[in-house]
Nanobody, 128 residues
Framework: QVLLAESGGGLVQAGGSLTLSCTAS????????MGWFRQAPGKEREFVVG????????YYADSVKGRFTISRDNDKNIGYLQMKNLKPEDTAVYYC?????????????????????WGKGTLVTVSS
């Protein structure tokens, strides 16, 4: 089992930047995909970005391409989501998620049902 904990959320003005962190513990020796999802008030959870277990491939939602960057440090078991040029519509609870893969699988799913492990979320509020 992998335990995930997000941090770094907060209040930021439109156009500002914020970096979220996701710290993994538990069975971190396994190879696992890391993804970020978000859920705005009154809306369904949506995929934001995913990264393959070795960091070689990244997948972004169209709404955040060019503004958000995902990265990971497997030695430290930490993933990062750098968010720039934030917009009020980015306001949401952001969740880190993960699922295990075999060594030759370099994909990262956009489907939340594929992810087995979830953090509790961190709130990002972007004011206009």
């Amino acid at each position: 089992q992998v335990l995930l904990a997000e941090s770094g959320g907060g209040l930021v003005q439109a156009g500002g930047s914020l970096t979220l962190s996701c710290t993994a513990s538990g069975r971190t020796k396994d190879k696992y995909v890391m993804g970020w999802f978000r859920q705005a008030p009154g809306k369904e959870r949506e995929f934001v970005v995913g990264v393959s277990w070795n960091g070689s491939r990244t997948y972004y939602a169209d709404s955040v391409k060019g503004r958000f960057t995902i990265s990971r440090d497997n030695d430290k078991n930490i993933g990062y989501l750098q968010m720039k040029n934030l917009k009020p519509e980015d306001t949401a609870v952001y969740y880190c998620a993960a699922y295990s893969v075999v060594y030759y699988d370099f994909s990262a799913s956009r489907d939340g049902s594929r992810y087995d492990y979830w953090g509790k979320g961190t709130l990002v509020t972007v004011s206009s």
